[in-house]
């Protein structure tokens, strides 16, 4: 398994242009129609949104940022009544809505986040260390300066696969001691001082804890873990389901979650024991990644990775949260054990 740290803009962000990635292989994943009702869960910058409200179909926007909601409100007041935005997670998008014909989920940091320095998630602009989404509960700052160090190191080498994140969690321990982290670039130097820079490396030292602390506070894999379970409650038969990913701790949590749902065995198809069941959904294609052409035009989608499925009839399986192998993570209890 390997997280995709290549670009410094996509793991902590620079001042990045919001382009929304693999439009054209969205829209064809979703398919909307005019009548249609689509979920679109990361609403963001409503890039999306603004695509799929064009086909004639009706959008509800989901997003827990206060901001994104509040910059919508004027494409919602001029879409006739067909946007409806909702500030929550979009992890209980089925709380909102009784039925869809679709859901899109754009998963990760917008760019409109990363360009705004006060939110913290960046550290090429100096900001409070804050990182969270919701703008309410525990922030990366609190992460940093009351986590014992051992709990630091699981989450930067889980959630950042940083090689030193023992070290980088010790030297945390030591330096919170005399002052505690309140600034993005306090964090980013002290990182970089204490383990250093080649001049081959193509991102910075801190790019790797940056990423594990913003998915951690956010709890973003275990939000995209419960979301992907509502969108097969609220999916319509022959609903679709368009999920755009960026590393690879997402992508696997997608990948098996359409797997085991497409599946119609459970335990070993060579054992015995095997009972057949019906699918919830079926695989629409593979992985579906961008072209050089749109990567040259939006570096932000070098990584991205959309996957999709169809909705059957089949009524919709419990949360089983096992088939993802989440580790359970100091400070936020892993989904399922609630």
């Known amino acids: 398994m390997t997280v995709d740290h290549g670009d410094d803009v996509n793991a902590v962000g620079g001042s990045v242009r919001h382009i929304p990635v693999l439009l054209?292989?969205?829209?064809?994943?979703?398919?909307?129609?005019?009548?249609?009702?689509?979920?679109?869960?990361?609403?963001?910058a409503g890039g999306y949104t603004k695509a799929i409200l064009a086909t004639g179909a009706s959008v509800i926007a989901i997003d827990r940022d206060p901001d994104a909601i509040a910059a919508g409100r004027d494409r919602a007041a001029h879409s006739g009544g067909r946007l409806k935005l909702?500030?929550?997670?979009?992890?209980?998008?089925?709380?909102?809505?009784?039925?869809?014909?679709?859901?899109?989920?754009?998963?990760?940091?917008?760019?409109?986040?990363?360009?705004?320095?006060?939110?913290?998630?960046?550290?090429?602009?100096?900001?409070?260390?804050?990182?969270?989404m919701a703008q309410a509960g525990l922030s990366?700052?609190?992460?940093?300066?009351?986590?014992?160090?051992?709990?630091?190191?699981?989450?930067?080498?889980f959630l950042g696969e940083e090689r030193h994140a023992g070290r980088i969690a010790r030297?945390?321990?030591?330096?919170?001691?005399?002052?505690?982290?309140?600034?993005?670039l306090e964090l980013a130097d002290a990182i970089e001082t204490h383990i250093g820079r080649a001049p081959k490396d193509k991102i910075h030292p801190a790019t790797r804890v940056f990423q594990a602390l913003r998915i951690f506070v956010n709890d973003e894999l275990g939000?995209?873990?419960?979301?992907?379970?509502?969108?097969?409650?609220?999916?319509?038969?022959?609903?679709r389901l368009a999920v755009v990913t960026f590393h690879s701790l997402e992508d696997r949590i997608v990948k098996r979650f359409i797997a085991d749902r497409a599946d119609t065995m459970t335990g070993s198809r060579h054992m015995p024991e095997a009972q057949a069941r019906t699918a919830t959904f079926r695989k629409a294609g593979g992985g579906v990644t961008a072209g050089d052409a749109e990567v040259a035009a939006n570096p932000r989608a070098r990584s991205a990775r959309l996957r999709a499925a169809i909705r059957t009839e089949a009524p919709a399986r419990g949360d089983d949260f096992s088939i993802f192998g989440l580790p359970k993570l100091p400070g936020i209890d892993r989904p399922g054990e609630r």
């Open 24 to 44: 054209g292989e969205v829209l064809e994943a979703l398919a909307p129609a005019e009548g249609d009702i689509v979920i679109d869960g990361t609403f963001g």
């Open 86 to 132: 909702v500030q929550a997670p979009f992890s209980t998008l089925d709380d909102k809505v009784e039925s869809a014909d679709g859901v899109v989920l754009d998963i990760g940091v917008s760019s409109m986040q990363l360009d705004q320095a006060e939110r913290g998630f960046s550290f090429r602009s100096d900001g409070p260390l804050d990182m969270r």
């Open 140 to 157: 990366a700052a609190d992460v940093v300066n009351s986590f014992k160090p051992g709990d630091l190191a699981r989450i930067f080498g």
């Open 171 to 184: 030297m945390i321990e030591a330096r919170r001691e005399k002052r505690p982290f309140e600034r993005t």
């Open 223 to 239: 939000e995209l873990t419960r979301a992907l379970f509502a969108a097969e409650r609220v999916l319509k038969p022959g609903g």
